[in-house]
């Protein structure tokens, strides 16, 4: 692995879970930090870990920087904008399955790639940067643009990249503006993570194989479409279908599929084949469904991690 570590870049938010009885717990989550977050659990703690962002001069802002700080996780050159905070949203758990509402109008996430030089100074020299649909969707196109811009430039310096297209329709203004970017996205990644039922909603791709060669056509070399508790179709060298583990009384799915991608990541990272991540990610999203909120503890990712 190089020194320059990894990035995840995205929008990190308060979250409110556990709200029973009004009694709200408050944490910190978002897919693109979810997935670091695994990362920096499975990584080794030498490895520099960054999330890229923007943040704002709140009390808020300050707590978040300061909480990601104490979990080892760096925040490289991301600008602090006056006046802006972080977004908010708040899980609602209907057995084990979440729904979420959200306040994020003037995040300061949504300037993140206005300092273009900030960018390239958060994302120089990395092996691997992380970003989703939801970063591509909170910014303007031309925020976007400079984002695109700044990866292809860590790309060809020998970056990899790595994208979950995570569609979420209520952050787009049309499915066509959403394909448009996403397209822009996977051309420009070397590793693609996305999950069927998003892929059939926005391209009406009628399995998960027509998602992954659909990906492959765009130029992706490795390609792993997750589909919850139905297997894992992985496309690199092979086509192979990898059961995922089915977990009898989950608690909370809130965070699986970022952790799952972030697991993945890190078992690459750290030189396993791409089958073998999988198995991996299986069974760290199975440990993360097991607790609440998106962020499980250190100790059970790295249990997960190792087991097998």
Avoid at 12 to 33: I, K, P, V
Avoid at 203 to 232: C, F, H, L, N, Q
Avoid at 260 to 267: E, K, M, Q, S, V
Wanted: aromatic fraction near 8%; charge should be negative.
């Amino acid at each position: 692995m190089k020194s320059g570590g990894v990035a995840s870049v995205g929008e990190c938010m308060l979250e409110l879970s556990g709200g029973r009885d009004g009694n709200w717990r408050m944490g910190h989550a978002g897919d693109t930090f979810n997935t670091l977050w695994a990362m920096r659990a499975l990584l080794p703690e030498s490895l520099p870990t960054d999330y890229v962002s923007a943040f704002g001069d709140d009390p808020f802002s300050a707590q978040q920087m300061e909480f990601f700080a104490a979990h080892g996780v760096g925040t490289a050159a991301s600008p602090r904008i006056p006046g802006r905070r972080p977004g908010l949203y708040a899980i609602t758990l209907t057995g084990a399955e979440r729904s979420f509402t959200y306040w994020r109008a003037d995040s300061a996430a949504r300037l993140l790639a206005d300092d273009r030089a900030a960018l390239e100074r958060s994302l120089q020299g990395r092996e691997l940067v992380y970003f989703s649909g939801i970063t591509l969707a909170i910014l303007d196109e031309a925020a976007r643009e400079t984002l695109f811009s700044v990866l292809r430039q860590a790309r060809s310096a020998g970056c990899r990249i790595a994208f979950d297209p995570n569609y979420r329709p209520r952050l787009w203004p049309s499915q066509d503006a959403a394909r448009a970017a996403m397209d822009e996205g996977l051309a420009g990644a070397d590793i693609a993570l996305p999950t069927f039922p998003d892929e059939a909603a926005l391209y009406g791709d009628a399995d998960a194989r027509a998602t992954a060669r659909r990906m492959r056509e765009a130029g992706v070399a490795e390609i792993v479409v997750k589909d919850g508790s139905e297997p894992t179709l992985l496309l690199a060298d092979q086509e192979v279908a990898i059961p995922a583990i089915r977990v009898e009384k989950p608690v909370d799915t809130t965070g699986a599929g970022d952790s799952f991608n972030g697991a993945y990541l890190a078992a690459r990272l750290s030189g396993d084949a791409p089958e073998a991540a999988v198995r991996r990610a299986h069974r760290v999203a199975a440990a993360v469904i097991q607790v609440h909120g998106a962020l499980a503890p250190f100790p059970a990712l790295r249990q997960a991690f190792q087991e097998g």
